[in-house]
C-alpha cells in the first residue's frame, strides 16, 4: 500500500510569485485535505477535495486555490505569495466518511 | 478563537514511566477525536482516536481518554520509550459535512533515558 506522498519537499520562492504544490493520495482514499502548519503551531486547515470538487474550505483567502484529478491526485496553488505564506504544506488522504486522515511528509515553503 | 487547546508546550518524562498529554475543546460539535505524533521533517503520524460514543480506547501502549462533560481528552502513554519523543498534536473533527480536523498547537514530549 502506498502511503501519501508531496512534491517538491522544499521550495523557495520570492513575494509575488505562485506556487503549485502536488499531492497523490494514499491508495484507496478519494478524499484529499490541505494544512497550512506555521512555525509553533499546529496545522490550520486550507481546503478539502472529493470527486475533484471543493467540499469545505477554511480560512484562507481565494489566492489559494486547488485541483482534484480523476486519479485522486490534487493539487495546491498559491498566488501572489506573500511572507506569511512560509510554512509547512501537509496533504492528507482519507476516504469519504472515514474520520481518520493519512498525512504526506508536507512541503516546506520559504517566501523571501 | 483556539477551538482544541494544548496548553503544556512541553513535556520531559523518565523512560519506562507514563507520559499523560492533555487536550481541551470548546465546541460541543466536535465528535470524534485524533491523536497524531510528528517528528521534525516529517508529516503527522495517525496514533490513536476516540468517538464521542466511547470515553476510552486502548491500543497497546497508548490510550486515550475521553471526558465529554469536561471537554477533556488525553493521551496516556505506558511504559514512555525514547521513540516516543516527538511533537504530539491533538486533532477533533465534527459532522460539519467534511472531515476537516481542528488541531491544538501541540505538545512537544521528551523521553528521558
Known amino acids: 500500500e502506498t502511503g501519501v506522498t508531496q512534491s517538491p519537499t522544499h521550495l523557495i520562492k520570492t513575494r509575488g510569485q505562485q506556487v503549485t504544490l502536488r499531492c497523490s493520495s494514499q491508495?484507496?482514499?478519494?478524499?484529499v485535505s490541505w494544512y497550512q502548519q506555521a512555525l509553533g503551531q499546529g496545522p490550520q486547515f486550507i481546503f478539502q477535495?472529493?470527486?475533484?470538487?471543493?467540499?469545505g474550505r477554511g480560512n484562507f483567502p481565494p489566492r489559494f486555490s486547488g485541483l482534484q484529478f480523476p486519479n485522486y491526485s490534487s493539487e495546491l496553488n498559491v498566488n501572489a505569495l506573500e511572507l506569511d505564506d512560509s510554512a509547512l504544506y501537509l496533504c492528507?488522504?482519507?476516504?469519504?466518511?472515514?474520520?481518520?486522515?493519512?498525512f504526506g511528509p508536507g512541503t516546506r515553503l520559504l517566501v523571501l | 478563537d483556539q477551538q482544541v487547546k494544548q496548553n503544556s508546550p512541553s513535556l520531559s518524562v523518565q523512560e519506562g514511566r507514563i507520559s499523560i498529554l492533555n487536550c481541551d475543546y470548546t465546541?460541543?460539535?466536535?465528535?470524534?477525536f485524533l491523536w497524531y505524533k510528528k517528528y521534525p521533517a516529517e508529516g503527522p503520524t495517525f496514533l490513536i482516536s476516540?468517538?464521542?460514543?466511547?470515553d476510552k480506547n486502548e491500543d497497546g501502549r497508548f490510550t486515550v481518554f475521553l471526558n465529554k462533560s469536561a471537554k477533556h481528552l488525553s493521551l496516556h502513554i505506558v511504559p514512555s520509550q525514547p521513540g516516543d519523543s516527538a511533537v504530539y498534536f491533538c486533532?477533533?473533527?465534527?459532522?460539519?459535512?467534511?472531515?476537516?480536523?481542528?488541531f491544538g498547537t501541540g505538545t512537544r514530549l521528551t523521553i528521558i533515558p
Open positions: 492528507a488522504s482519507s476516504s469519504q466518511g472515514q474520520e481518520t486522515q493519512y
Open positions: 491508495s484507496g482514499h478519494n478524499t
Open positions: 477535495y472529493y470527486r475533484e470538487e471543493e467540499n
Open positions: 465546541n460541543s460539535m466536535f465528535d470524534y
Open positions: 476516540i468517538s464521542s460514543i466511547k
Open positions: 486533532a477533533a473533527n465534527g459532522n460539519f459535512g467534511n472531515e476537516k480536523l481542528t
